[in-house]
């Protein structure tokens, strides 16, 4: 082997391993992108869940001040009126400890088409006047 063909070898060799160390690189920088992505989108479905809750929190509350004899609902937003599809939201109102009391339960599931959909459960207690005792 003459002087020359050794030195295209060491360097077929060093131009080889720097391309696998771009490489590696290059991976780890997409797995770090594809891992923020789904990160990301995590935490906007959460926060979207979340509002759905509060939302339906207030929605008991308003149609419970209306009609005390409210016991809930459950109500579909249809795919195309959120970022990721659809959702479902359950309203469920039992009597409370006192009688002028109820408890509101919501569950709120967005995306409802998802494989991991998120689930968000909230509970809160309410007075009510009813609709009887009202001048």
Sequence with gaps: MTHINRRRGVLI??????????????????????????????TMRR???????????????????????YMGETWHVVDGQLAD?????????EPGDQPNQRLISVEATYPKQSATPVLIQRHESVSVVDSGDQA
């Design 13 to 42: 060799v060093v131009v080889m391993v720097c391309l696998f160390v771009v490489l590696g690189i290059a991976g780890s920088t997409v797995q770090a992108l594809v891992r923020e992505h789904r990160q990301s989108r995590t």
């Design 85 to 93: 599809g659809g959702a479902s939201i359950t309203i469920v109102v």
């Design 47 to 69: 926060a979207q869940t979340e509002m759905l809750a509060r939302s339906a929190l207030d929605r008991a509350s308003a149609r419970l001040r209306q009609d005390s004899s």
